[in-house]
């Protein structure tokens, strides 16, 4: 995992010339920010990542070239969506699930 760490390192300073909302960039902070969250369970980082490539990216995305312009919203989506799930309360300490009638079916109208 430490290769693999230093490795986004490097890539992701290499990647610094490029534009914030280049779509190699973006899909760099991605993967990054999964394999912290899920590698190296370093959620902290991982949103922090995550958060800092899609805020600059959205600050450029109404510049971008139309060419790059659905991939880099495609990517962005895919950030947000990781954010919102990293970032969501643990449904283990507020869900309440009915277990009395588990791995019985549904009785049907045929049924009665």
Same mark, same amino acid.
């Given at each position: 995992?430490? &290769?693999?760490? &230093?490795? $986004?390192?490097? *890539?992701?300073?290499?990647?610094?010339? +490029?534009?914030?909302? %280049?779509?190699?960039? +973006?899909? +760099?902070?991605?993967n $990054?920010?999964v394999?912290?969250y899920?590698?190296? &369970?370093? =959620?902290?980082?991982?949103? &922090?990542? #995550?958060?800092?490539?899609?805020?600059? *990216?959205?600050?450029? +995305?109404? %510049?971008?070239?139309?060419?790059? $312009?659905?991939?880099? #919203?495609?990517?962005?989506?895919?950030?947000?969506?990781?954010?919102?799930?990293?970032?969501?309360?643990?449904?283990?300490? %507020?869900?309440i699930? %009915?277990?009395? =009638?588990?791995?019985?079916?549904? *009785?049907?109208?045929?049924?009665?």
């Amino acid at each position: 995992a430490e &290769k693999s760490r &230093k490795s $986004y390192e490097d *890539a992701t300073t290499s990647a610094a010339s +490029l534009e914030h909302v %280049n779509p190699i960039r +973006l899909g +760099l902070a991605l993967n $990054y920010s999964v394999f912290q969250y899920e590698i190296l &369970k370093s =959620d902290e980082e991982a949103c &922090k990542l #995550a958060s800092a490539a899609f805020e600059s *990216a959205m600050t450029e +995305l109404g %510049n971008v070239k139309d060419d790059c $312009y659905r991939e880099a #919203a495609l990517i962005l989506q895919l950030i947000k969506d990781n954010l919102a799930l990293w970032t969501a309360p643990d449904p283990s300490n %507020n869900q309440i699930v %009915n277990t009395e =009638d588990a791995g019985e079916p549904a *009785a049907t109208e045929g049924d009665a």
